[in-house]
């Protein structure tokens, strides 16, 4: 499947954007990186359908109250996309929180937006 997207440095360009958009609270811009009809698959979350969920979490749901990503390496192949980074950050709670990620996201064919992303962290269980 061929996308919009055709370098690795376009592809890595617009993660980074992404990333940008989360860590400024910036949830209308970020939202627009997304199809109308994406999901997004979170641990602990039912799976979120379409840009009105992606944006209520990220308005009212999302338990980091502060964040910065770095990321540390992109993959494409063809139009997926593999991410992986650490984070910190601070809870709502005031609580200090870092961790290692990974998050794996499908481009849209027909344009430069994810049509589908699943993270995974790299947490200690209690």
């Known amino acids: ?3 919009a997207l055709t370098t690795p ?3 890595t360009a617009l993660v980074h954007e992404f990333y ?3 860590d400024a ?3 209308p811009a970020l939202v627009a990186l ?3 009809d994406a999901v997004y698959h979170r641990p602990g979350y039912p799976p979120l359908v ?3 969920q ?3 979490f990220y308005t009212h749901e999302r338990v980091i109250e502060e964040s910065t990503h770095r990321v540390e390496s992109v993959v494409r192949e063809g139009d997926r996309v593999a991410v992986r980074g650490t984070f910190e950050g601070v809870l709502r709670d005031g609580t200090p929180a870092g961790w290692r990620y990974a998050e794996f996201f499908t481009l849209a064919a027909d344009d430069d937006r994810f ?3 699943e993270t995974f962290f790299s947490t200690p269980l209690a």
């Open 1 to 3: 499947m061929t996308t």
């Open 9 to 11: 440095a376009t592809t």
């Open 20 to 22: 940008r958009r989360i």
């Open 25 to 27: 609270g910036d949830v």
């Open 34 to 36: 997304f199809t109308e």
């Open 50 to 52: 379409g840009r009105h």
């Open 54 to 56: 992606v944006a209520h």
């Open 115 to 117: 049509s589908e992303r």
